[in-house]
């Protein structure tokens, strides 16, 4: 067997709309686009994340969504409250509130249906590198 490597490259969001969906995506993330060849373009966006090597890859597709994801995003906060309001001033829903095994969370859906999570700070050194969203005015 031969050595070789692999990684997490993209973590896949289906949108319904690219321009939309790199927009929310950009604005709730904080995260920049890169640019794609040309012939993926009309189908995909890739995002950089501020502070990570993961990129999300927005895919368009028409495909109604129908059952729960088997993935998602957590975003870690230090004010869930807060952060659920920001996101849902870029479009998001409320879906969920969750109370489960000492975590108090929420559900949320981006403009989509997609699910994602809002909670508590899991990972405070790696969030205390992160600028405020109040400081960065950006929704």
Known sequence: MTSHRSRVAHFVVDVGDLERGAAFWIAALGATEEPLDPKSSAVYRRLRLPDAPVRVLLQLTSDPKSHKERMHLDLETDDV??????LEALGATRWSRQQERGHDFWVMRDPWGNEFC???????????QRPSWAARDTW
Not at 81 to 86: D, F, H, L, P, S
Request: hydrophobic fraction near 40%; charged fraction near 35%; aromatic fraction near 6%.
């Open 118 to 128: 809002v909670l508590q700070t899991e990972f405070p050194d790696l969030l205390a």
């Open 81 to 86: 409250e807060t952060e659920v309001r920001r």
